[in-house]
């Protein structure tokens, strides 16, 4: 903050005709540049002063417990020892009572100055009627971590409601400072809105129970018939729904209260140090309309859905998760350094196209389209250097793992009877996992750059480089590995005495093929069942089509057919089970690459007068040479077949 800002906040934040949600919202701000001269004067004035408010005195507490000195310290003692209000002395001493037991790094120079203060007056430390601080922080100094949770508890003299309330949750790995949430609410004349409702003139007490429950029950009716309204907009065929209508309800209620009396509430919240919203309440003019909130919500998603119609997302981060270093001084003079570097740089790249709403509308018939590039990487590097002033010189060891692929997925269902999937490779070389470790000197002089010579190490190493191509033929795709270490005993994958390096790859050879089409059906109708699996890289060079087809049926007519098709065998069941007054039999026919085989097997019944006669039938169809058959090619010379058949009857004569 530049002077004549901080001078104009800190004339604010002094004045007493201010609003004291404005001094307080001042005041916070004063905290993120506490050490400010003119903000330390006005927050110690306000702070000393007994006819100020509980609440405002306290945010300038927290102001001066910022960035305190010597001569904050002996403000507070002095102010401590005479103070006479139970709020501002039970939340100071409270505030002393967990700074002396603090972790937290970042109260280290306030625990310096302010540690030492003792109080002698008990003040009550209820937290329930006073306010108070909580702070409960946790440090593992070997390994550099901790965390910590922090609450205030802030009443006002003029309130028995708390009027600021918040809580802190903060880690610390490695010298670094990570707030993962805070929230902040404040609320004032919230009491008299209570006293409205549960007081002794409240509405409780001058309406029946079931009064006031069937005006809620109207009141939230009207809520769920707007947000169903607004749902069949967003995902329904639109229909006419005014802005009058929906905002009707805001206008039933006016009460024409004193200002002084409005209830006046702020909501702040914060994810990783970044505030994710604040909200506001005004008094009854601005009574927050939940018809009108239930508007804003669905207009928000509606945008949020026709963005994603055509979705284009690029993502990239990169930070440093480690940065440590260690001196020790050495009997020659030379500061020993050691030193570790951590970081990390990724991307995710998101495109395509998901609607929404007509997956909400016809969920059965989805169309999503989506291709995914994640790539990554991530390098530790320590160092062990003696520092000689105009250079330094030691060894190195990094660690490198890095990961780049993408995909292309296009999904869509077929009438909830299936799924037909598209899956895309749109980048020739996958690096599934690469993972490397190098050990080097380097020597580094005063404004030069950093000179690094790898060692040499006579230790056996083990190499592998290797491909799995087997299933090139089918999926058009290689996937490769290679691996590198030292390999001797107890020396064996230590970084230190070696470099290693550990690969793995997936390489499309078929430089013609884009995407792999899988496709799952299955329906029944009319008695009539079927399943439906396909595989296919279609526009390829070569041809991979896989088909399985399978038919079926329990009715009058009792068949299944199985049909498999492929570039390299195919095959062909087809059996069915005849029942009628005049014949009972099973047909069975299978044909492998053109290679039949058949059977029929039953009986004919025939009746004349009081005689009937069956018939069984037998027919058998294969090849002369079975084996020959079996593994016979499509194109090949035609076998000969062998038939068998079986004739003859059975005669029974009934009286």
């Given at each position: 903050?530049?002077?004549?800002?901080?001078?104009?906040?800190?004339?604010?934040?002094?004045d007493?005709?201010?609003?004291?949600?404005?001094?307080?919202a001042?005041?916070?701000?004063?905290?993120s540049?506490?050490n400010k001269?003119?903000?330390?004067?006005v927050a110690?004035?306000?702070?000393?002063?007994p006819?100020?408010?509980?609440?405002?005195?306290?945010?300038a507490?927290?102001?001066?417990?910022?960035?305190?000195?010597?001569?904050?310290?002996?403000?507070?003692?002095?102010?401590?020892?005479?103070?006479?209000?139970?709020?501002?002395?039970?939340?100071?001493a409270?505030?002393?009572?967990?700074?002396?037991?603090?972790?937290?790094?970042?109260?280290?120079?306030?625990?310096?100055?302010?540690?030492?203060?003792?109080?002698?007056?008990?003040?009550?430390?209820?937290?329930?009627?006073?306010?108070?601080?909580?702070?409960?922080?946790?440090?593992?100094?070997?390994?550099?971590?901790?965390?910590?949770?922090?609450?205030?508890?802030?009443?006002s003299?003029?309130?028995?409601?708390?009027?600021?309330?918040?809580?802190?949750?903060?880690?610390?790995?490695?010298?670094h400072?990570?707030?993962?949430?805070?929230?902040?609410?404040?609320?004032?004349?919230?009491?008299r809105?209570?006293?409205?409702?549960?007081?002794?003139?409240?509405?409780?007490?001058?309406?029946?129970?079931?009064?006031?429950?069937?005006?809620?029950?109207?009141?939230?009716?009207?809520?769920?018939?707007?947000?169903?309204?607004?749902?069949?907009?967003?995902?329904?065929?639109?229909?006419s729904?005014?802005?009058?209508?929906l905002?009707?309800l805001?206008?039933?209620?006016d009460?024409?209260?004193?200002?002084?009396?409005?209830?006046?509430?702020?909501?702040?919240?914060?994810?990783?140090?970044?505030?994710?919203?604040?909200?506001?309440?005004?008094?009854?003019?601005?009574?927050?309309?939940?018809?009108?909130?239930?508007?804003?919500?669905?207009?928000?998603?509606?945008?949020?859905?026709?963005?994603?119609?055509?979705?284009?997302?690029?993502?990239?981060?990169?930070?440093?998760?480690?940065?440590?270093?260690?001196?020790?001084?050495?009997?020659?003079?030379?500061?020993?350094?050691?030193?570790?570097?951590?970081?990390?740089?990724?991307?995710?790249?998101?495109?395509?196209?998901?609607?929404?709403?007509?997956?909400?509308k016809?969920?059965?018939?989805?169309?999503?389209?989506?291709?995914?590039?994640?790539?990554?990487?991530?390098?530790?590097?320590?160092?062990?250097?003696?520092?000689?002033?105009?250079?330094?010189?030691?060894?190195?060891?990094?660690?490198?793992?890095?990961?780049?692929?993408?995909?292309?997925?296009?999904?869509?269902?077929?009438?909830?009877?299936?799924?037909?999937?598209?899956?895309?490779?749109?980048?020739?070389?996958?690096?599934?996992?690469?993972?490397?470790?190098?050990?080097?000197?380097?020597?580094k002089?005063?404004?030069?750059?950093?000179?690094?010579?790898?060692?040499?190490?006579?230790?056996?190493?083990?190499?592998?480089?290797g491909?799995?191509?087997?299933l090139?033929?089918l999926?058009?795709?290689?996937?490769?590995?290679?691996?590198?270490?030292?390999w001797?005993?107890?020396?064996?994958?230590?970084p230190?005495?070696g470099?290693?390096k550990?690969?793995?790859?997936?390489?499309?050879?078929?430089?013609?093929?884009?995407?792999?089409?899988?496709?799952?059906?299955?329906?029944?109708?009319?008695?009539?069942?079927?399943?439906?699996?396909?595989?296919?890289?279609?526009?390829?060079?070569?041809?991979?089509?896989v088909?399985?087809?399978?038919?079926?049926?329990?009715g009058?007519k009792?068949y299944?057919?199985?049909?498999l098709?492929?570039?390299?065998?195919?095959?062909?069941?087809d059996a069915?089970?005849?029942?009628t007054?005049?014949?009972?039999?099973?047909?069975?026919?299978?044909?492998?690459?053109?290679?039949?085989?058949?059977?029929?097997?039953?009986?004919?019944?025939?009746?004349?007068g009081?005689?009937?006669?069956?018939?069984?039938?037998?027919?058998?169809?294969?090849?002369?040479?079975?084996?020959?058959?079996?593994?016979?090619?499509?194109?090949?010379?035609?076998?000969?077949?062998?038939?068998?058949?079986?004739?003859g009857?059975?005669?029974?004569?009934?009286?």
């Amino acid at each position: 903050l530049t002077k004549p800002v901080a001078t104009k906040l800190a004339d604010y934040a002094a004045d007493v005709d201010v609003k004291a949600r404005i001094r307080v919202a001042l005041l916070e701000t004063m905290r993120s540049d506490a050490n400010k001269p003119e903000f330390k004067t006005v927050a110690g004035e306000v702070f000393k002063n007994p006819l100020e408010d509980s609440e405002v005195r306290i945010k300038a507490y927290l102001v001066l417990a910022e960035c305190p000195c010597g001569k904050v310290a002996g403000l507070v003692k002095t102010v401590l020892e005479n103070e006479k209000s139970y709020q501002v002395g039970g939340f100071v001493a409270s505030h002393l009572r967990n700074l002396r037991a603090s972790t937290n790094p970042e109260k280290a120079n306030a625990k310096h100055h302010l540690g030492a203060i003792i109080n002698t007056e008990k003040y009550p430390v209820d937290f329930r009627k006073y306010s108070q601080n909580f702070e409960h922080s946790y440090s593992v100094d070997l390994l550099n971590l901790g965390a910590s949770a922090e609450s205030n508890v802030i009443y006002s003299q003029q309130s028995y409601v708390p009027r600021s309330v918040s809580l802190n949750l903060t880690s610390y790995m490695f010298g670094h400072a990570m707030n993962w949430f805070e929230v902040n609410i404040r609320a004032e004349n919230l009491e008299r809105e209570l006293e409205r409702v549960f007081g002794p003139r409240g509405k409780l007490r001058k309406q029946k129970y079931h009064e006031v429950y069937e005006e809620g029950r109207e009141y939230a009716n009207s809520l769920l018939e707007n947000a169903a309204e607004r749902y069949e907009k967003s995902f329904r065929p639109k229909r006419s729904v005014t802005r009058d209508q929906l905002n009707a309800l805001a206008n039933k209620v006016d009460l024409h209260r004193e200002s002084d009396d409005d209830v006046d509430v702020d909501l702040s919240l914060k994810l990783f140090g970044n505030e994710l919203f604040w909200v506001k309440y005004h008094g009854d003019e601005h009574r927050p309309d939940l018809g009108e909130g239930v508007n804003k919500l669905f207009e928000e998603l509606d945008q949020s859905l026709n963005s994603a119609k055509d979705l284009n997302f690029d993502y990239r981060k990169h930070f440093t998760f480690l940065d440590e270093e260690v001196v020790y001084p050495t009997g020659l003079g030379l500061p020993l350094k050691l030193r570790a570097l951590g970081s990390t740089a990724f991307r995710l790249k998101l495109d395509g196209k998901f609607d929404v709403a007509a997956l909400l509308k016809d969920p059965k018939n989805t169309d999503v389209r989506l291709q995914v590039l994640p790539s990554a990487a991530v390098e530790i590097r320590g160092d062990f250097v003696l520092d000689a002033v105009a250079f330094e010189g030691g060894v190195k060891v990094a660690l490198n793992v890095h990961t780049s692929t993408g995909s292309d997925v296009t999904f869509r269902v077929l009438e909830g009877r299936g799924v037909d999937v598209k899956f895309g490779l749109p980048v020739k070389k996958q690096d599934v996992l690469s993972v490397t470790t190098d050990v080097a000197t380097i020597v580094k002089k005063t404004g030069s750059p950093e000179h690094a010579v790898p060692l040499v190490f006579d230790v056996k190493r083990e190499k592998y480089n290797g491909c799995f191509d087997q299933l090139n033929t089918l999926l058009g795709v290689t996937v490769c590995g290679e691996v590198d270490v030292p390999w001797e005993g107890h020396r064996s994958l230590l970084p230190s005495y070696g470099p290693s390096k550990l690969s793995l790859h997936v390489d499309k050879d078929d430089d013609s093929l884009t995407y792999y089409h899988f496709k799952i059906y299955a329906d029944e109708r009319e008695d009539v069942g079927t399943f439906e699996l396909l595989f296919d890289t279609p526009n390829s060079r070569e041809n991979r089509k896989v088909s399985f087809h399978v038919e079926g049926s329990l009715g009058d007519k009792t068949y299944l057919k199985v049909d498999l098709k492929s570039p390299w065998t195919s095959a062909l069941f087809d059996a069915a089970f005849v029942l009628t007054k005049k014949e009972l039999s099973l047909n069975v026919k299978f044909i492998h690459d053109e290679v039949e085989y058949f059977l029929r097997t039953g009986a004919v019944k025939s009746q004349q007068g009081n005689v009937v006669k069956f018939e069984p039938v037998l027919e058998y169809k294969a090849p002369e040479q079975t084996k020959s058959a079996l593994i016979g090619r499509r194109g090949g010379p035609k076998h000969s077949s062998q038939v068998v058949t079986l004739t003859g009857a059975v005669i029974v004569e009934t009286r």
